[in-house]
């Protein structure tokens, strides 16, 4: 770990001598072989870390459109809920509407209950002046006969 660390901040001393125009340094063919190697694993590094990063990104991407669609699906429920609320609303304001005249006929029949009441009150007290009227009849044809 050590020797890596050493190598590194080797390697960073060699990059700043390169960026100061301080190639010289590098003359000799170990510092080269070095320094290519060194380049080669931080480019080979990078790569991998871009593949990985962009993996990560498609990955989440993948996953923001399955929630698009998730969402998607369920506005399309939630339209579909709203327009049958709107059409039942519209029933129940309809049956309501309906409903007031059906309440004025049961009105309008508990008139009539009351005039077949008294109907019959008259048909009963008819009945029982008929029947007087049959009794004193027969009474006076018996009276006749003898």
């Not at 923001?64 to 709203?82: F, Y």
């Amino acid at each position: 770990m050590i020797r890596l660390q050493g190598k590194l901040v080797h390697f960073k001393k060699q990059r700043t001598t390169l960026r100061n125009g301080g190639a010289t340094h590098l003359a000799s063919p170990t510092r080269k072989k070095f320094a290519g190697e060194s380049v080669v694993r931080f480019a080979t590094n990078l790569e991998e870390s871009k593949a990985q990063e962009i993996s990560n990104l498609q990955n989440s991407l993948q996953e923001m459109q399955g929630k698009r669609d998730e969402t998607n699906a369920l506005q399309g429920k939630l339209d579909e809920t709203n327009a049958l609320l709107v059409k039942e609303r519209e029933n129940v304001e309809k049956v309501i509407i309906e409903a007031t005249p059906v309440i004025q006929e049961k009105e309008v029949i508990a008139e009539d209950t009351a005039k077949i009441d008294a109907l019959t009150v008259e048909v009963e007290r008819l009945k029982n002046l008929d029947g007087e009227e049959s009794e004193d009849a027969s009474l006076l044809l018996s009276l006749a006969k003898a």
